[in-house]
């Protein structure tokens, strides 16, 4: 095995099929959306200096086949170091990432990129850029490929940190909707019903899905604006105030869409659009996304609706699960959703400047951790 630490887009362009093929079918991890994700959060505007780069371990085999990508970046500052970290993480909340991993052959890439990664030069270039931190987040807690990596990472004398990250729901779909029904507890099962009779069968609610490329900018708008107007309605501002959020999903999901792995939903209710769905899809797997619906018809359930019609849909074309994603919201077990924890894991090499910053973490971290315990001790909310 040998790996090769690539740093531009241009270099790692022409392997985003073998890329693809190591994503395992998850959307999160596809090229499409870590490398769009790059374009919008890696590169600042104009002409200023960034201070992150790419960083992305490939393993090759004997023959010279792309068989492993860390799909990575650095970000370096003078308080931090060098921070080594999942493409897609911060405020995209991309689940499932990982080590892109060729089945059946895990320990001897899990091998090689953790002899790289410890052994790797102090120089200032791609083939042994010097790391302080290798911080993981979004990871499945099931990821075998991940967990061998840590545990030799650790073997090799670097400082392993863990901690629970949040857990993602899942439901194993049956294969029909009746079969689906009958999981559920009589009273949900019976609202499900009462929807679907007096709102979906009759035609009154309507579940669009967009298929052509023409049909995406109005759905975007539409999801953008009924996420928007119900988070405000909170008094939050909403993902797609930023910036950088909006502009990421406005590339990605064209290039989504034509790779078969978007599902943008809208739902009218008398012809009004009252709730979205931005859902990806590979591997057999529907993940939720993101969503919004319209703030003056809550009371109308228009989320539970959407959420109805494009379960049904799902278990129609045949999926064998549809993922939540992150977060512990209370609907999501009530849909017969199951959780999935997943993890969070610092690396610190052995190295004294690198130990010394890690050391000061723990302590800031120890010390909230024990103001939050004492707030929630003396009865504070």
């Known amino acids: 095995m040998q790996v090769y630490c690539l740093c531009d887009l241009n270099e790692l362009a022409p392997y985003a099929d073998d890329w693809d093929r190591l994503a395992g079918g998850v959307p999160t991890r596809s090229w499409a959306w870590l490398s769009t994700w790059w374009k919008h959060y890696g590169q600042p505007a104009g002409d200023a200096p960034s201070s992150r780069r790419l960083f992305v371990p490939c393993v090759f085999d004997r023959t010279e086949k792309l068989v492993a990508v860390a799909p990575w970046y650095c970000e370096s500052s003078a308080a931090g170091g060098s921070v080594v ?96 029904l009958a999981m559920l507890s009589k009273s949900h099962r019976k609202q499900i019903r009462r929807l679907q009779r007096d709102l979906l069968d009759t035609g009154r609610a309507v579940l669009h899905t967009v298929t052509r490329a023409d049909e995406l900018p109005a759905a975007i708008d539409v999801l953008i604006d009924l996420h928007q107007r119900r988070r405000q309605s909170l008094g939050e501002p909403g993902c797609f105030a930023s910036p950088a959020f909006a502009a990421f999903h406005r590339e990605v999901m064209p290039r989504l869409l034509r790779s078969g792995q978007l599902q943008l939903h809208w739902l009218e209710l008398d012809g009004r659009p009252v709730a979205a769905e931005y859902q990806l899809a590979g591997g057999g797997v529907v993940y939720a996304y993101q969503s919004g619906i319209e703030p003056e018809l809550a009371q109308q359930q228009p989320g539970r609706i959407a959420t109805v019609a494009a379960l049904r849909r799902a278990i129609e074309h045949g999926y064998r699960a549809l993922d939540f994603l992150r977060g512990d919201e209370p609907y999501k077990a009530h849909f017969r959703a199951e959780p999935r924890p997943s993890m969070a894991v610092r690396i610190v090499p052995n190295r004294p400047t690198a130990q010394w910053r890690h050391n000061l973490w723990l302590a800031g971290d120890n010390m909230k951790h024990w103001l939050k315990s004492g707030l929630h001790f003396a009865g504070v909310r």
């Open 85 to 180: 970290r999942p493409l897609g993480s911060g405020e995209v909340c991309s689940d499932y990432l990982g080590l892109l991993c060729q089945p059946g052959i895990e320990r001897q890439i899990t091998t090689a990129v953790a002899d790289y990664l410890t052994g790797v030069s102090g120089d200032d270039d791609c083939d042994g850029p010097a790391w302080d931190l290798l911080e993981l987040t979004g990871i499945d807690g099931q990821d075998a490929a991940v967990g061998q990596l840590v545990e030799r990472l650790e073997e090799a004398g670097n400082t392993v940190h863990h901690r629970d990250g949040p857990n993602c729901w899942r439901i194993e779909l049956p294969e029909s909707w009746d079969a689906y």
